[in-house]
């Protein structure tokens, strides 16, 4: 059974830097678009970025500029570069591999399997 593991959180001063890191037992990883969601508490998932199997990608605006996505199919692995962070961008992290291996949808219902999350605390 395929599963995901996210690694890289942690505790980061504003104006930092993380990187995170979405990796997959299964070996077909790199046939499906990935993406990444964060949670706030009180608040719902939000998309954040979004990796096709050919290597488009698509960013929700609060995090365009900041964050890189990007993917190594040979180690079935998923990246999340996070710069600059502010204080909004405390949340948990989910990495999430879509049904489809094209699409780049910010709509989670495009997304079948899930990871456990990764903490992402930024102070002031």
């Known amino acids: 059974q395929v599963q995901l593991v996210e690694s890289g959180g942690g505790l980061v001063q504003a104006g930092g830097s993380l990187r995170l890191s979405c990796a997959a037992s299964?070996?077909?990883?790199?046939?499906?678009?990935v993406g990444w969601f964060r949670q706030a508490p009180g608040k719902e998932r939000e998309f954040v970025a979004a990796?096709?199997?050919?290597?488009?990608?698509n960013y929700a605006d609060s995090v365009k500029g900041r964050f890189t996505i990007s993917r190594d199919n040979a180690k079935n692995t998923v990246y999340l570069q996070m710069n600059s962070l502010k204080p909004e961008d405390t949340a948990v992290y989910y990495c999430?591999?879509?049904?489809?291996?094209?699409?780049?949808?910010?709509?989670?219902?495009?997304?079948?399997?899930w990871g456990q999350g990764t903490q992402v605390t930024v102070s002031s």
């Open positions: 999430a591999r879509s049904y489809f291996s094209d699409s780049l949808s910010p709509a989670s219902g495009r997304y079948g399997l």
């Open positions: 299964g070996r077909t990883f790199g046939a499906f678009a």
């Open positions: 990796i096709a199997s050919g290597g488009a990608t």
